[in-house]
């Protein structure tokens, strides 16, 4: 099977494995050897990673590696969500595979650490296959897509690989795969030129959503003409992922522990695959019923709150979700991008003095509400008609609005330093009087990194206070 195949596999109907106890894995068994990584892909959820860097143990490398063997797995990839030539000993561990018979071992690296000794030491070892991961074919791209300046590298570690691979007369394949985004969609056909002759495959896949970690991905990141809704996702029925601490995950690259099913330091490989936690997830995947995890971001392309499936093997990240990481690379290339536009309201009447603001905002990029908790509007209006959660669903479903966040007081700076917003939208209203303070704070921190503030024309004629006035007095 070519690497076309098995990337088509991995989305491919497999309704044969579609129950909650799938046969063990023959192929797809990933160990994550290290989680260290020394590249900073824009796309890659490793650059909000917050979960420990580690590595392997021997002793849990050649454990899982001889239980997935003896229960019928054949084909190990050695990465996850790491680089692999970080790891010291993955010659050994090759070779470890080899022996024991695996008849397919490969990795996924960037290249950009596979200097010549190191490629003959995998290569010696016995590795079947080396794919390097090139997000762009030219320098400068590369550089802003992989946050480092190693396309030039890179390039040399891949030529060196073909001269290694005649050299030595071993037979394993070298691939090449292009994580396409909207900024590189554009570059397909230069890969077959600038590479030509240097890889006996190149794959390209359309950068998605990271196993639901980079929900901003498609808002910033994915193919213009992408327009993929769902995605069918077959690891829980058909992949075995291990990571550094030993931990047997349904996902593949899981950032932050979030899909862990089971602690191999304490049950075996088989235990965990047919385990109680693994059986539950099937059954969630089998009644799509996945909300509250994170492979609900992940299959259905959305942003939503997500537990771990074991909170004791877990990372906590407050910060998973948040996008102005990514933003700021974009806009430090000096790329163009959907800005974020940041718009606090009470919103308990909804009236044509909202809708103003919010097509004022939505037409200078994607807006998120900033909406004040009933504590906060306590602080400078009367009690709200609606409580939050009944005005957060209002402006859930409001054309214009697209995510609504709780604004837990009437000081802005919170919710701005948290954001960091592009652009602040707000009425002319608080230019005078007592909101004139907290306006000048707004605008001297959305300053500090450049963003802007926009004041369209409070409505007049329109007010909340008014209408409640009247709805009083007509009672
Ligand atoms: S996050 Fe869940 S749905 Fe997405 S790829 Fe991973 S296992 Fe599949």
Known sequence: MDLQERVALKKADR?????????????????????????????????????????????????????????????????????????PELPQYIKLAKDIGYTYVYLTSNGSLATPERIRAVVDAGVDSVKFSINAPERELYAFIHGHDDFGKV???????????????????????????????????????????????????????QGGYMPEIDHLLKCTYDTEQTRRCNLPFDALCVTCEGYLSVENADFENMLIVADLNKVSLKEGWYGEKMKEVRRMFLNDC??????????HHCQSPAKPLMPEYATENPDIFLDWPVRERIKAAGKPYTKLVYVPMAADIIHPGHINIIKTAASLGRVMVGLFSDDA????KPEPYMDYDQRKVVLENLKGVDVVVEQAEKDYEANLRRYRPDIMVHGTDWREGPLAAVRQKAFDIMAEWGGTIVEPEYTQGVSSSEFKRKVRESQ
Not at 43 to 50: E, L, T
Not at 377 to 380: E, G
């Open 155 to 209: 390039f040399e570690h891949l030529v060196y690989l073909n001269q290694y691979r005649k050299e030595s007369g071993k037979n394993f394949k070298i691939y090449i795969t292009g994580i396409l985004t909207r900024y590189t969609e554009h570059t397909r056909d230069d890969y077959f030129k600038v590479f030509d002759g240097l890889a006996d495959q190149i794959v390209f896949k359309d950068v998605y959503n």
């Open 290 to 299: 996945l909300e509250g995890t994170l492979c609900h971001g992940c299959v």
């Open 15 to 87: 309704s044969d494995l579609y129950t909650l106890e799938p046969p063990f894995p023959s192929t797809n068994f990933l160990l994550e050897l290290s989680n260290a990584c020394n590249h900073k892909c824009l796309f890659c959820a490793h650059q909000k990673m917050k979960r420990k860097v580690g590595k392997m143990s021997p002793e849990m490398v050649e454990s899982v590696l001889r239980q997935a063997y003896e229960l019928g797995t054949r084909e190990v990839g050695m990465y996850a969500t790491g680089e692999p030539f970080i790891v």
């Open 377 to 380: 509007i306590r602080t400078y």
